[in-house]
């Protein structure tokens, strides 16, 4: 299983940890939740960016912690894509604001690293067809979610180490 990340730090701000970081915590998402091979790409921006995005494409005009577009996820009347044999499984796009994971952060009580790692997993459950638009989804999404954090080090008992 090799999971592809494409990362892209567009504020400058998410330093060479918090990005190790990521890519530690999403290939241990892909390898518990046995994905295969992927691809998928993890782009940090500022409120006003993700907020630009939030409004054109999912008409809410306000910043947002994480957006996910999900390459496998079709809406009525689009065929679905399928992968090629032998090719890598293209996930779709995780958009994270760095200023947003910051307030959190400080609101919650944990770390820089905790909030990041959780946003980009969070972005990436939902790549893969987890959801919360119900409360069946949302205790399936979440338990799957802290089970996969605190495996890897980064669960609400830690200080946010893995």
Do not use: C, W
Not at 42 to 70: C, L, Q
């Amino acid at each position: 299983m090799v999971l592809t990340i494409d990362m892209m730090d567009e504020t400058g701000t998410v330093g060479e940890k918090d990005q190790q970081l990521v890519m530690r915590l999403l290939e241990h998402a892909a390898e518990m939740e046995k994905i295969g091979d992927a691809e998928v790409s993890v782009t940090f921006m500022d409120d006003e960016s993700i907020r630009a995005i939030n409004r054109d494409y999912r008409e809410k005009d306000r910043a947002t912690d994480v957006i996910s577009f999900a390459l496998e996820e079709t809406v009525e009347g689009e065929m679905a894509l399928s992968t090629p044999a032998g090719m890598p499984r293209i996930l779709g796009d995780i958009l994270i604001s760095t200023e947003t994971a910051d307030r959190q952060a400080g609101e919650y009580g944990h770390s820089r690293e905790r909030e990041i790692g959780f946003l980009a997993l969070h972005g990436f459950l939902h790549l893969l067809g987890y959801d919360h638009m119900n409360d069946e989804d949302e205790k399936r999404m979440f338990g799957r979610q802290e089970e996969i954090l605190k495996l890897f080090g980064l669960g609400r008992d830690t200080d946010g180490r893995p």
